[in-house]
């Protein structure tokens, strides 16, 4: 398995940014595509990005395109969300997940995001 703890999350005012960092454990970490999903009160847990195991690859919600960047540094260990032009709408707690290469299906794909993090809050204040 591997374990997954995210960091830098914080209050921000809109327009302003923000960096997230998921350090993995345990299992080698290229070994799993990588992805960030948020969840805000009473809502579903969406994808936010996603990025292979190389980072040959990478997804993003249209809500978060030409905002956000997904980044992996595998000699790290680490997986990034730079956040920047943030908006309220943006307010949740963010997780990143790993999902093992060989796993079935589309890396962007919820299915098969087996390991998660504790979640990090975001919010963007008006």
């Known amino acids: 398995q591997v374990q997954l703890v995210e960091s830098g999350g914080g209050l921000v005012q809109d327009g302003g940014s923000l960096r997230l960092s998921c350090a993995a454990s345990g299992r080698t970490f290229s070994n799993y595509h990588m992805g960030w999903f948020r969840q805000a009160p009473g809502k579903e847990r969406d994808i936010v990005a996603a990025?292979?195991?190389?980072?040959?690859?990478?997804y993003y919600a249209d809500s978060v395109k030409g905002r956000f960047t997904i980044s992996r540094d595998n000699a790290k260990n680490t997986v990034y969300l730079q956040m920047n032009s943030l908006k309220p709408e943006d307010t949740a707690v963010y997780y990143c997940?790993?999902?093992?290469?060989?796993?079935?299906?589309?890396?962007?794909?919820?299915?098969?995001?087996?390991?998660w993090g504790q979640g990090t809050q975001v919010t963007v204040s008006s």
């Open positions: 997940a790993a999902r093992p290469i060989g796993a079935s299906g589309r890396y962007y794909d919820r299915g098969r995001y087996d390991y």
């Open positions: 990025i292979t195991w190389g980072g040959s690859s990478v």
